[in-house]
């Protein structure tokens, strides 16, 4: 079977799909243009997209020979293909879940220290040589030990930041949630966003992207919560109106942003770049070898499960 991989990987991975496939490594790490998406559809049998490359609907629609059978996809988000559009077509959707949890949640734990901390406006300060020497005064932050964490989306990724504060910051572990979770650690679900966000010290985004949770985290979010709290987002950027994020900073309703993602990446707005009061990250959240490598080969045991005709064990469907 012909396998496109979309972007380059780990040298392990790339040396076990082909001995499995008849493979096509992408040497770009751009995503996939508009012709170079149907193309995967119309000329292999096997794809393994990343982040970026959007099947979407209109692409699907387009290859009237489509021989494409599965898009095994290198991540645990898939907001970037259209699912429904995929299954109408005969296509298979996989992704990685659990080869994530940990790395992203430590980046989500970062993050809050960096943010609360004020470490990468002070890192800048070192190194554009104008630290001054310590005093009592200096760049006072957020101490982070004893305060209460807000987790938007208690799944795999949200527990692993809770369990991290709670244990590691003795932080109280507050949740918003499509439905009540039995959980290792105290931890009190909210019956809104809103409620959530006015009770918490640090609030977390760790949804899904997608329709159902563009834009989740909005003014009216953002108005709830205390001009000394910090917000998170390790999801996907859609998840957060930027503008609504970029006025409740500059206008000192929360106290700072530690961000990872963002709406339209590459592109980061000049407003977040130019603030202190914001830690930027190039989307770091599973940028560890090893993390890398279990990903790539969990997406090629996906593949090779479909090749031999069994289930695909991280198959995701149309809700």
């Known amino acids: 079977m012909k396998l496109l991989i979309t972007r380059p990987m780990p040298d392990d991975v790339e040396s076990r799909a082909r001995a ?8 770009s ?3 996939l243009d508009a012709d170079e998406l149907r193309v995967a559809l119309r000329d292999y049998d096997l794809v393994m997209p990343a982040l970026g490359d959007r099947f979407d609907a209109a692409v699907f ?5 489509l021989r494409c059978r599965l898009l095994a996809n290198f991540g645990v988000g898939y907001n970037h293909i259209d699912v429904a559009a995929a299954e109408r077509a005969g ?5 990685t879940p659990g080869a994530v949890t940990d790395a992203t949640a430590d980046i989500a734990v970062m993050l809050m220290l960096m943010s609360a901390r004020r470490a990468g406006e002070g890192e800048r300060m070192v190194r554009a040589g104008q630290w001054e020497g310590w005093h009592p005064t200096q760049m006072l932050g957020l101490h ?9 989306g208690m799944g795999r990724i949200g527990q692993a930041i809770a369990r991290r504060c709670h244990f590691g910051f003795d932080m109280a572990v507050r949740y918003f949630n499509r439905s009540e979770k039995t959980l290792p650690f105290p931890a009190e679900r909210d019956a809104t966003l809103t409620d959530l966000a006015a009770r918490v010290d640090v609030l977390v985004a760790a949804v899904p992207g997608g329709a159902e949770t563009r834009n989740l985290i909005g003014a009216d979010v953002l108005g709830a919560m205390r001009p000394w709290a910090h917000f998170v987002n390790i999801s996907r950027g859609d998840v957060v109106d930027e503008p609504a994020l970029i006025a409740a900073l500059q206008s000192g309703g929360i106290a700072g942003a530690g961000l990872d993602v963002y709406a339209r990446e590459p592109m980061v707005p000049d407003d977040l770049l130019e603030m202190e009061q914001v830690t930027l990250l190039p989307h770091l959240g ?3 070898r090893e993390v890398r490598s279990n990903m790539g080969q969990m997406a090629l045991d996906n593949l090779v499960a479909f090749a031999e005709g069994a289930a695909v064990p991280n198959r995701v469907t149309a809700f």
């Open 20 to 27: 499995c496939f008849d493979t096509t490594v992408r040497p």
């Open 29 to 31: 790490n751009a995503v």
């Open 61 to 65: 629609g387009d290859v009237t020979q």
């Open 91 to 95: 296509v298979v959707v996989s992704n």
């Open 144 to 152: 982070l030990t004893g305060k209460t964490l807000g987790v938007v």
């Open 286 to 288: 599973t940028a560890a």
